[in-house]
Structure formats: C-alpha cells, structure tokens
C-alpha cells in the first residue's frame, strides 16, 4: 500500500471547492441550486481577449516559453503598474505563474524555513494557512471582528511579532469579508512592519473591484523602504474573467524573482504560452470590460446587502471591494431552522445547501466562526432567487 506523507495528510481541501463540488452533484441529479460558494466571475471572458487568444495560436505561439514569462507580457505588467499605481517596476522584478494561488506558493516556498512565522489576519482566503504549513512555517493568526470592519490594527500586529516573524500576509481588498484597507491604515501597519527585518506579501487579487469611496492601494507604493520589502501578488482572474487562463504574477526585488523562477522552473515550467498573450491584450487593451463589471458587481452588492439587512439576526459591514459579504448567522445558533438545529457555521451551510437549496461557505474555513461568505458573482435573478429562499428557511 502506497504511503501518504504526513506533509500531503495534513492539508486541508479548499473549502470553497468543495462546496463547489457538492452543490454540482446536486445539480446533476436535477436539483434547483442556488450556489453563492465559488470565487468566479460569471462574466465571459472579453472577446478582445479570445482573440488574442487565437492570434496567438496561429502565430505558432504554442511552444514553452522562457519560465518567468515572455518579456513582452513582463513589460505590459510594468506599464500597467505605472500606469495604474505610478509604481516603478522592471521586468527582472517581475515572474509570471500558474494563477495568483500558485505565485503565492512559489513566494512562500522561496522565501519561508521551517520554524518561521507567518502574520495572518483572520478573516482570511482558505489556502493562506495551508500554504504556509507546507513550507514547514507556522501560520499566527490575528482575528479581527467585525465592529473593527474586520481590519487588523497596529497594536494588534505589534503584539504578535517575535524574532521568528518572516512576512505579514496582507489581502485588501479582502477575501471573504470585502473590506477595503484605506491608504492610511496601511500606512500604519507597514511602519510597524518597517521596524522589524520581516517583509509583506500583498495579495492585491481584487485590486480593481472597488466600489464608491474605496480605493485600491499597491503596499509596495506606501514608503520608498517597502519596495525591497515587499511581494506584491495579482492576476487576471477577477478583473478579466480569466480564472480558467490561470495567470498570476509576481511583483518583487530581483534576488526573490529569481528564487522563484528556480521553483517554478522545477515545478511547473513556464505558464501556458497562449494564457500569456492572452493576459498581454487584457493589460494593454481597452478597460472599458472592467469598468461594466465593477458597475454590475456594486449593484450586486447593494441588492444583496439590502436583502440580507431585512433577515433578523444577520448582520455584516458593508464590503467596500471584491464580491462577497460575509455575514454573522451566529444568531441562529441553537435553534430549529426548517427542522434542525444547528451550532456552528458549518452545520448551517450544510443545513442551508440540502434544505434551502442555497449553498454558502462557513466562517470557520477562513477562521472566523460564526460567520459564512456569501459571493454575488452570479446573475441578479440567482441572487433574488437565492436570498429569498434563505430567507424562507430562516423564517423570515
């Protein structure tokens, strides 16, 4: 019998994928599904970007490709990024990778020993701790709450900090909770940061999913210090519509970019050559696609906020970005609800998938009990149609 390692035993399936998975199967056998789990747009991918695409695939660009990536998407990268965040980058601080889930791996792998410590504010992206854990580092979790607006504080961030501490990892805006960090407050966690010998590894994923006041920030842009202290993770696939086009990317000094490309040269080789061309239309090609998603999705927001604020017992801040809300079901704790009873987050979205049909995904697997995500990647109908069922189970 083939042996397990106790590396591939302790890591935990992504959450949201198994919900995925289950609300599929339900799907299958002809039931009516309402599924708010997955992190996906449920936008085409833009045409101008297809046939990228395509032009790709007849001009023989089908072949491996330097590991880091082709330079001309590197520069596109660069261009966006001034362009975007006026933060100066070259294309040997820059390595393209598999998804911004894998470029995540490859920083941690390259930069992380066994007995380091990991910064993580909770509520946090369900594959954080365990990417962590496989390096054989030690994920500290700081839990937030949400009268705080779910964000980490200073004090918070000094108390935690020890000799052993290697990087805080930072996601604004926020998966699962939507909040936006303002320019400020991050301001306040880099100096403490800056007082250390550790370094920040930005997850920017949703960077351009913002919506009214709210405001992207680029933490490598906050002191003139952080741009040798910080990796700054991003992709295509939240604000293209390019999740399956698995391409992430990497921001960071030369010495760390190239760390990674031994990694991923081992790993994966390059990423998918087409994948890449096809990123270099969408960073150089027009925005206006992003700017009617990001239009829709707030309208999305504001109807689910709006349904969620009518059922007694729910509560939640406003998501100032990305496209969930993650809200406290706690209330519920304890009591029948459409004939059982359940005590913890998991228990109620198990409850709510087979008896509601409304399928969502438990606080607990990013680290805050209590609470379950919400996303409203999906049509206004499936929206309307869904609150309004978890609303009829709740009893509302």
Same mark, same amino acid.
């Given at each position: ?6 590396? !591939?035993?302790? @890591?935990?399936?992504?959450? &949201?994928? +198994? $919900? #995925?998975? %289950? ?27 297809c046939r990228a695409a395509d032009a790709a695939m007849a001009a023989g660009h089908t072949h491996y490709t330097p590991v880091n990536g082709v330079p001309e998407l590197k ?61 054989? !580092?030690?994920? @500290?979790?700081?839990?937030? &709450?949400? +009268? $705080? #607006?779910? %964000? ?245």
């Amino acid at each position: 019998m083939i042996r397990i390692s106790s590396l !591939a035993a302790s @890591v935990q399936p992504s959450a &949201t994928l +198994a $919900a #995925g998975a %289950k609300a599929r199967q339900m799907k299958a056998a002809g039931i009516k599904v309402f599924d708010f789990s997955l992190g996906e747009p449920d936008f085409p991918t833009p045409a101008h970007i297809c046939r990228a695409a395509d032009a790709a695939m007849a001009a023989g660009h089908t072949h491996y490709t330097p590991v880091n990536g082709v330079p001309e998407l590197k520069a596109a990268i660069c261009r966006w990024y001034k362009r975007y965040h006026n933060f100066d980058c070259t294309p040997d601080m820059v390595i393209v990778s598999n998804g911004a889930k894998h470029s995540i791996h490859n920083a941690l792998a390259a930069t992380l020993n066994p007995g380091d410590e990991v910064v993580i504010p909770a509520p946090y992206w369900v594959s954080y701790s365990d990417l962590v854990q496989m390096t054989g !580092a030690r994920p @500290v979790v700081v839990p937030t &709450t949400a +009268a $705080a #607006g779910f %964000k980490m504080t200073p004090s918070q961030l000094k108390a935690v900090i020890t000799p052993r501490t290697r990087l805080l990892m930072i996601n604004s805006p926020n998966n699962p909770t939507g909040i936006v960090y303002t320019r400020n407050e991050l301001e306040a966690l880099a100096d403490v940061m800056l007082g250390t010998e550790a370094s920040i590894l930005s997850d920017e994923i949703y960077e351009q999913l913002t919506y009214g006041n709210a405001k992207p920030t680029c933490v490598a842009t906050l002191r003139p210090e952080l741009r040798e202290r910080t990796i700054t993770i991003s992709g295509a696939s939240k604000s293209y519509a390019m999740t399956g086009w698995r391409m992430g990317w990497t921001i960071a000094p030369k010495p760390l970019i190239d760390a990674m490309g031994n990694v991923q040269s081992q790993e994966t080789s390059c990423p998918s050559s087409v994948s890449q061309y096809a990123l270099l239309a969408a960073l150089d090609g027009p925005q206006d696609c992003v700017a009617e998603m990001r239009t829709e999705f707030r309208a999305r927001r504001d109807l689910v906020c709006e349904r969620l604020r009518k059922i007694p017992g729910i509560t939640f801040p406003t998501p100032d970005g990305a496209f969930y809300v993650f809200f406290d079901v706690s209330a519920y704790f304890g009591k029948p609800i459409g004939g059982a009873t359940v005590t913890d987050s998991l228990a109620f979205c198990k409850a709510c998938l087979e008896t509601a049909h409304v399928n969502l995904v438990p606080g607990s697997a990013f680290g805050a009990e209590g609470f379950v995500r919400m996303s409203y990647a999906n049509s206004r109908a499936e929206l309307e149609g869904g609150l309004a069922a978890l609303a009829k189970w709740l009893g509302a």
